[in-house]
């Protein structure tokens, strides 16, 4: 999809600004409000926004502790990886999952409450993963930057 000047400007502010209203959103690109409305809804319909959320604090509600797991699996065949990324999409405590080119296949990140939370997420979620041989665990003294806003304390 060709992106002209006018969308890579809405792109960017709703990035940062996602609450925007579309008449503070037309006033800042220079267009009126029915093509920029008109652009959000190509934009959409196109997949290049893929949804709105909000961004919350992971330590006010009980998912401070983050941790990445290397992930090295036994099988790397194309339906052993399908499993795997199938099951992976079950745990909800797994918040980004990515197939890696390196000495291991995958890197999770993963959030839970604490220590205990982590230890048995990876005991009885993590570990008996599809084709799971093998993972390493490193956990987050601290998040300084995510999602491209500065963190808002602790880990969150």
Known sequence: MHLDSFDRRILEI???EGRISIAALAARVGLSKSPVQARLRRLETRGV???WRAVLNAQA?????????????SDTREAAL???????LSVPEIEACHMIAGSFD???????AGMPDYRALLAEKLSVLPHVEATSTYVAMETVKE??????????
Do not use: M, W
């Not at 399908?82 to 992976?88: L, P, Q, S």
């Not at 995958?106 to 839970?112: D, P």
């Open 49 to 51: 926004i893929r949804g």
């Open 147 to 156: 999602e491209g806003l500065p963190a808002s304390g602790g880990q969150g």
């Open 14 to 16: 709703v990035e940062r």
């Open 61 to 73: 509600v009980g998912r401070g502790h983050v941790a990445f797991v290397e992930v090295k699996l």
């Open 82 to 88: 399908a499993a795997f990324n199938r099951a992976v």
């Open 106 to 112: 995958y890197l999770l990140k993963v959030r839970t």
